[in-house]
C-alpha cells in the first residue's frame, strides 16, 4: 500500500493510539474518490455551477436557479458509496477510538460506512432530506428523485404543492445552531483532531481546527493540497485520503492486536 511506509503514517496510528479523544473535521475531498467532486478542485462542483445560484434568497424566489439547486442535488445525491477514508474512519470507530465526526459535506458517507449517526456532527446538513417549506412533511431524496416536473423543475409536495428544500445550510443561510454548538464543544475538549480533505476555508466551519490547537489538542492534516492551518499541525500529510486513511486504521488495528 502506497504509503504504509511513510513514516508519518506509523506517527498519526501511535498519535490515535495515545489518544483518548478522537475527533474527525472531514470536508469534501474525503468524497472524491467515492466519486463526488468537491467545490474548488480542477475537477470541481464550481467549475461547472455558479455558486450565486445556491443561495437561500435565490432558492425562495427564482425558479430557474431552483432548476440548477436541483440538477446538482441529484448529482450529488447519487448512488455514492463510501470510500477507503469512510470505511477506515467507521473501523476506528468500532475499536473504540472514535469521539466523533465533524464534517462539512451533506452525502451522508460516514453514516453508510458504520460511524452511527449520533457520532457525525453535520455542519451543512445532509442532502438525503427534503422538508415542504409549507407543510414540513419531509421526503427522502431516493423518493422524489424521479418526480421532477417540466423542464426539470424539481419537486414538488406530494400533499399540499408547497416548495421543498434540501435539509442543507444555503448560502444566506446560518448553520445550525445545536451542532455548531456541540462541535465546538468536541473541538475543545479532543486531544487529537484529524482534518481530512478540507481546504479550511469555509466559515465557521474552519475554525474549529483553531479552537482544537488553542485548546491544547494536536492537529494532523491529511488533504491534497496545503491549507491555511498546515503550519499549526503536528503531522501533515499531501496525499490521498483513501490510501492514507487505509494505511493508518491498518496500523492501529495491527498495534491493538500485537499489544
Ligand atoms: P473544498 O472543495 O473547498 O476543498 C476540498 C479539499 O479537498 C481541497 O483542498 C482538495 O485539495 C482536497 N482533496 C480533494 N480530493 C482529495 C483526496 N482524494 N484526498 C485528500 N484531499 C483531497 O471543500 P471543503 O473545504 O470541504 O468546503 C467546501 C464546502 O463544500 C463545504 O461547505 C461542503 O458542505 C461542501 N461540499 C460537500 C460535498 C459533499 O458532501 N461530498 C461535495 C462538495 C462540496
Given at each position: 500500500m502506497e504509503h504504509y511506509h511513510d513514516p508519518k503514517v506509523d506517527k498519526i496510528a501511535e498519535l490515535i493510539l495515545q489518544s483518548r479523544r478522537l475527533t474527525f473535521f472531514t470536508g469534501a475531498g474525503i468524497s472524491t474518490e467515492s466519486g463526488i467532486p468537491d467545490f474548488r478542485g480542477p475537477d470541481g462542483i464550481w467549475k461547472r455551477f455558479d455558486?450565486?445560484?445556491?443561495t437561500y434568497e435565490r432558492f425562495l424566489n427564482d425558479a430557474e436557479a431552483r432548476c440548477k439547486q436541483w440538477r446538482l442535488f441529484r448529482e450529488l445525491g447519487a448512488d455514492a458509496v463510501p470510500n477507503k477514508a469512510h470505511i477506515a474512519i467507521a473501523e476506528l470507530y468500532h475499536l473504540g477510538k472514535l469521539d466523533c465526526v465533524i464534517t462539512?459535506?451533506?452525502?451522508n458517507l460516514h453514516q453508510k460506512a458504520g460511524v452511527p449517526y449520533k457520532r457525525v456532527l453535520e455542519l451543512?446538513?445532509?442532502?438525503h432530506w427534503f422538508i415542504c417549506l409549507n407543510c414540513s412533511r419531509r421526503y427522502t431524496l431516493e423518493h422524489i428523485k424521479?418526480?421532477?416536473?417540466?423542464?426539470e423543475a424539481p419537486p414538488i409536495c406530494e400533499e399540499c404543492g408547497g416548495l421543498l428544500k434540501a435539509d442543507v445550510v444555503f448560502f444566506g443561510e446560518e448553520l445550525p445552531e445545536d451542532i455548531l454548538r456541540e462541535a465546538m464543544k468536541r473541538a475543545c475538549t479532543c486531544d487529537l483532531m484529524i482534518v481530512i480533505g478540507s481546504g479550511l476555508t469555509v466559515y465557521p466551519a474552519s475554525y474549529l481546527p483553531a479552537y482544537a490547537v488553542d485548546s491544547g489538542s494536536r492537529l494532523v492534516i491529511i488533504n491534497l493540497t496545503p491549507t491555511p492551518f498546515d503550519a499549526q499541525a503536528s503531522i501533515v500529510i499531501h496525499a490521498k485520503a483513501g490510501d492514507t486513511m487505509s494505511a493508518i486504521a491498518g496500523q492501529v488495528k495491527d498495534r491493538l492486536m500485537y499489544k
Open positions: 455558486p450565486d445560484d445556491f462539512q459535506n451533506i452525502d451543512h446538513g445532509n442532502l424521479d418526480k421532477a416536473g417540466e423542464n
